[in-house]
Nanobody, 115 residues
């Protein structure tokens, strides 16, 4: 079994910054991509950013240039640095880890951006 624990969510002002963390524990051998998704009120869950074990990254157009995903393979941890936050970034943010053939999810952390 694999458990993902997110932290770092909360309230921020528009234009501010927050950093999310996600630690994977349990049977985390050969972990492939680690990703962040988000789900806003009344919206579908969408990919925000992903990073593979070699550090190759992928971003949603809406966050490119403002958000930075990184990972520490030794600590089985991924981070999402969020800058220049906008009110439309308000959502529950979920961490996902790919350990083939399965995908595992965290419980989510709320990010609220106020104007």
């Amino acid at each position: 079994q694999v458990q993902l624990l997110e932290s770092g969510g909360g309230l921020a002002q528009e234009g501010g910054s927050l950093e999310l963390s996600c630690v994977a524990s349990g049977s985390v051998y050969a972990m492939n991509a680690m990703s962040w998704y988000r789900q806003g009120p009344g919206q579908q869950r969408e990919l925000v950013a992903a990073i593979n074990p070699n550090g190759r990254t992928n971003y949603a157009n809406s966050v490119r240039g403002r958000f930075t995903i990184s990972r520490d393979n030794a600590r089985n941890t991924t981070y999402l640095q969020m800058r220049a936050l906008k009110t439309e970034d308000t959502a529950v943010y979920y961490c996902q880890a790919e350990i083939a053939p399965h995908y595992y999810w965290g419980q989510g952390t709320q990010v609220t951006v106020s104007s």
